[in-house]
């Protein structure tokens, strides 16, 4: 695309709009009383929204990513039918509650 010059009171007013088209790519060249000071573009290297699925075949998960740690065992709640409930099942686990 080509540089396209504008005013700065015109892109104060356009401002949105310009940043969109900017982030398609356009380039602008603001200028004071014709001369120019600054100019508006994409920044390099800068990338768009991710298309969805671009990371096929990068990411992993294991069957078991949900299976529980060994080392939060003890954490686990505990009954008398078994050493230890999954966290899948502590909402039908019998949980006891002992006064002092």
Do not use: C, N
């Not at 990411?59 to 078994?82: K, Q, T």
């Not at 050493?83 to 949980?95: D, L």
Request: a positive charge; glycine letters at 8%; aromatic letters at 8%.
């Amino acid at each position: 695309m080509h540089i396209e010059e504008i005013g700065a009171f015109e892109a104060k007013t356009r401002l949105s709009e310009l940043l969109e088209r900017v982030s398609r790519g356009q380039v602008y060249r603001i200028t004071k009383r014709g001369k120019p000071i600054a100019e508006l573009r994409p920044i390099e290297g800068a990338v768009g929204r991710p298309r969805f699925g671009s990371d096929r075949g990068r990411v992993v998960i294991a069957e078991d990513f949900d299976a529980p740690l060994p080392e939060m065992r003890e954490f686990m709640i505990r009954d008398s039918r078994s050493e230890a409930k999954s966290p899948r099942s502590w909402s039908k686990a019998a949980v006891s509650y002992q006064s002092s």
